[in-house]
């Protein structure tokens, strides 16, 4: 049944998409020169429609190509909506191309501009609804997909408690097969040696299994039994926990190799977008904030003996020790340098409370990201003796050097600041890391201006 629901859906996803681009013209059209008045027609309404014969067709299979016609239930909304913007950024400069090529007939530029405009929005927000709506449905009882788990394992526990927590994915557990019945709440179905009878039984949807490693041998068995059934199989590996949430794949002559930790930004033009929106941003912010430093610096010389910027080592991208700029809101003290700060601090002047208070003693850090040794985004930088003392008690901790340190990072925005739980904060941390993305900086600038300038810190 699930089958035939997915085929509905990706019929509706394909139908509203082609209504979105063939409304989009004619609108953009009307706008162009009947609102904004200084344009002069040149091309009738009606050649715009017909060339919507080759943009329709051209975007439907661009989209195709991109799996955007698939089963998303467990691709996150933000993979989707990139997904759109690029595929009408090529089809975009695909018809600008043939347009140039074809040269008889004089488009507006106005209203093409207009039109990938529309039908981006229009199909971001006939998407936003469609999830919308799903989970609804889903959180119903509707359209679930039904779900065999082999294995008791601790991630195959983490997997039930995930998908009874997230009712909005649609996945029903049907029951599991185990050596030992040690899962509770969930109907227990027999050993793995079961599982062929079990699937002609139950027909489930999709079969997911988690394995414990000292019962490995089964793996083939289940293999086997699924294949023949022809039921789907997922596989969550029992060292799960160590891998990111897309690991990339390399192949020698058919072996395939596993990237435990694939970095997005080890490919140079990630880097270079993400460096030139550093220095753009930093640059813009530094002229920007200006005044506010000005008085800064003031009110920080006016408070309290001391220099005005307090500098302290850190350690940053691939472990390298550097300098970190701040207004100095504390009063010299002989542990500055590894002190951690709480929300009550006595070392910290009234003033210094203040520039805390709305994090205005991190400007100067814009020069770090000016420099190099920062990033606007990414994971906060730590003082060298808590590094070595995080990275015995913290798993995966050092995996946050591989990026530049960030002035707000993805750990930030979620509350994450201050005297907070190391541990959560490095799991946010790594998610950035393993899922960047320069549309998710610009999520994370976003969300720092609306809510994550004002520190939860008492004055």
């Given at each position: 049944?699930?089958?035939?629901?997915?085929?509905?859906?990706?019929?509706?996803?394909?139908?509203?998409?082609?209504?979105?681009?063939?409304?989009?013209?004619?609108?953009?059209?009307?706008?162009?020169?009947?609102?904004?008045?200084?344009?002069?027609?040149?091309?009738?309404?009606?050649?715009?429609?017909?060339f919507l014969l080759v943009l329709i067709p051209a975007f439907l299979i661009t989209f195709a190509t991109m799996g955007l016609y698939e089963s998303l239930r467990k691709?996150?909304?933000?993979?989707?909506?990139?997904?759109?913007?690029?595929?009408?950024?090529?089809?975009?400069?695909?018809?600008?191309?043939?347009?140039?090529?074809?040269?008889?007939?004089?488009?507006?530029?106005?209203?093409?501009?207009?039109?990938?405009?529309?039908?981006?929005?229009?199909?971001?927000?006939?998407?936003?609804?469609?999830?919308?709506?799903?989970?609804?449905?889903?959180?119903?009882?509707?359209?679930?997909?039904?779900?065999?788990?082999?294995?008791?394992?601790?991630?195959?526990?983490?997997?039930?408690?995930?998908?009874?927590?997230?009712?909005?994915?649609?996945?029903?557990?049907?029951?599991?097969?185990?050596?030992?019945?040690?899962?509770?709440?969930?109907?227990?179905?027999?050993?793995?040696?079961?599982?062929?009878?079990?699937?002609?039984?139950?027909?489930?949807?999709?079969?997911?299994?988690?394995?414990?490693?000292?019962?490995?041998?089964?793996?083939?068995?289940?293999?086997?039994?699924?294949?023949?059934?022809?039921?789907?199989?997922?596989?969550?590996?029992?060292?799960?926990?160590?891998?990111?949430?897309?690991?990339?794949?390399?192949?020698?002559?058919?072996?395939?190799?596993?990237?435990?930790?694939?970095?997005?930004?080890?490919?140079?033009?990630?880097?270079?977008?993400?460096?030139?929106?550093?220095?753009?941003?930093?640059?813009?912010?530094?002229?920007?904030?200006?005044?506010?430093?000005?008085?800064?610096?003031?009110?920080?010389?006016?408070?309290?003996?001391?220099?005005?910027?307090?500098?302290?080592?850190?350690?940053?991208?691939?472990?390298?020790?550097?300098?970190?700029?701040?207004?100095?809101?504390?009063?010299?003290?002989?542990?500055?340098?590894?002190?951690?700060?709480?929300?009550?601090?006595?070392?910290?002047?009234?003033?210094?409370?203040?520039?805390?208070?709305?994090?205005?003693?991190?400007?100067?850090?814009?020069?770090?990201?000016?420099?190099?040794?920062?990033?606007?985004?990414?994971?906060?930088?730590?003082?060298?003796?808590?590094?070595?003392?995080?990275?015995?008690?913290?798993?995966?901790?050092?995996?946050?050097?591989?990026?530049?340190?960030?002035?707000?990072?993805?750990?930030?925005?979620?509350?994450?600041?201050?005297?907070?739980?190391?541990?959560?904060?490095?799991?946010?941390?790594?998610?950035?890391?393993?899922?960047?993305?320069?549309?998710?900086?610009?999520?994370?600038?976003?969300?720092?201006?609306?809510?994550?300038?004002?520190n939860q810190e008492k004055l």
């Open positions: 049944m699930i089958k035939e629901n997915q085929r509905a859906l990706n019929s509706v996803n394909v139908l509203l998409d082609a209504l979105i681009l063939f409304v989009s013209m004619p609108v953009s059209f009307y706008a162009r020169f009947y609102i904004l008045h200084n344009g002069v027609i040149t091309v009738p309404l009606s050649d715009y429609m017909a691709r996150p909304l933000t993979w989707e909506l990139t997904r759109v913007f690029w595929g009408c950024v090529i089809d975009f400069i695909l018809a600008q191309t043939w347009l140039f090529l074809y040269k008889e007939v004089h488009f507006s530029r106005g209203v093409l501009f207009l039109f990938f405009g529309l039908s981006f929005c229009g199909m971001c927000a006939k998407r936003v609804c469609l999830r919308l709506l799903l989970r609804h449905f889903r959180q119903q009882g509707f359209n679930q997909k039904h779900v065999l788990l082999v294995g008791d394992s601790h991630m195959a526990v983490r997997y039930v408690q995930v998908v009874r927590r997230q009712k909005e994915y649609g996945y029903l557990i049907d029951g599991y097969l185990a050596q030992h019945d040690s899962i509770p709440g969930l109907t227990y179905l027999g050993s793995v040696n079961a599982l062929e009878k079990v699937l002609e039984r139950k027909t489930p949807d999709e079969v997911v299994v988690a394995l414990p490693p000292e019962e490995f041998q089964f793996t083939r068995g289940v293999i086997e039994a699924c294949e023949k059934d022809g039921v789907k199989l997922s596989v969550i590996p029992f060292y799960a926990e160590y891998i990111p949430s897309n690991p990339q794949f390399d192949n020698i002559e058919g072996i395939p190799l596993m990237n435990i930790r694939h970095i997005p930004l080890d490919n140079w033009m990630h880097a270079a977008a993400k460096r030139t929106l550093d220095i753009v941003g930093s640059l813009a912010l530094i002229i920007c904030t200006s005044p506010i430093m000005l008085v800064a610096a003031i009110g920080v010389r006016l408070s309290s003996p001391g220099p005005i910027i307090f500098k302290q080592e850190r350690v940053g991208r691939n472990k390298k020790p550097f300098m970190m700029y701040k207004f100095r809101s504390m009063r010299v003290n002989a542990a500055q340098d590894t002190g951690w700060s709480r929300d009550t601090d006595p070392r910290k002047t009234k003033f210094g409370a203040i520039l805390r208070k709305f994090s205005i003693d991190e400007l100067p850090q814009f020069f770090n990201v000016l420099k190099g040794d920062m990033s606007l985004v990414g994971p906060r930088p730590e003082v060298p003796h808590y590094v070595q003392q995080f990275k015995e008690e913290i798993p995966l901790y050092m995996v946050k050097h591989q990026v530049r340190p960030g002035i707000t990072g993805w750990a930030q925005v979620n509350g994450l600041r201050g005297d907070t739980s190391i541990e959560e904060r490095i799991r946010y941390d790594i998610y950035y890391i393993e899922n960047w993305n320069f549309f998710f900086d610009l999520k994370i600038l976003f969300m720092t201006l609306v809510k994550g300038v004002v």
